[in-house]
């Protein structure tokens, strides 16, 4: 199935045009990437995909409910993480985790907090309060917020921005553990050396325009080219 089908997405901020008739695809279990330089859009994208901003025109479907009709439907499958995000300083990160799967599951909340936890990789550090946390702790308490409840689909903008190479070599390592439990990943990066690494098929978007889309493989031979930030130059001088 159709995990997220975008059908000539356009988005209008007041008199400013940020996305052109963006179109893409990708199926259920993929890791997906949306690479572009800043500006191009694509936090404006995943922020509709994930049904927080509303679209000017075009279509959006996740797992076939829509994104405007089905907003709540589609809240509870899905889960975001911004880019600019923080947390409550004075609570832990174990509290934050607790309260973020209460919300979600009253009921049976402990066990996505275990599998948070974990995923966190934070160890005791759990345990101190987020105020303490560095940047890439904070980020990986955040994708363990994401990624805990095991959603059909996770939309994560630019997951590793402003990590060291250990914390991003991490945070990816832990991407591709929850895909191969079943989640979905969309991912934003304007680092398209990483995107080759992580997706399996990559939209390039620039000035609100897709100008490609494939796997990585398929767009370096396309545009004969050793990797995608070769392609994306190409791109946009030709
Ligand atoms: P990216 O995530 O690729 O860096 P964005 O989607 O954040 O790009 O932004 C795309 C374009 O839309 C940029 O020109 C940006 O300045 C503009 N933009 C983003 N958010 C707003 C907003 N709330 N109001 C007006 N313009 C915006
Ligand atoms: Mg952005």
Known sequence: MKAVVVENLVKFYGKFQALYNVTFDFEEGEIFGLIGPNGAGKSTTLR???????????????FGLDVVKDANKIRRIISYLPEEAGAYKYLTGYEYLEMMAKIYDPKNYSEYVDFGIKLSGLGDRIYSRIGEYSKGMMRRLLMARALMTRPKLAILDEPTAGMDVVYATEIRRLIKEVNREGVTILLSSHNMLEVEYLCERVAIINKGRVVALGSPDELEERYESENLEEVFTKLVKG
């Open 48 to 62: 509709i995909i994930a049904t927080l901003l509303k679209p000017s025109k075009g279509s959006v479907k996740i």
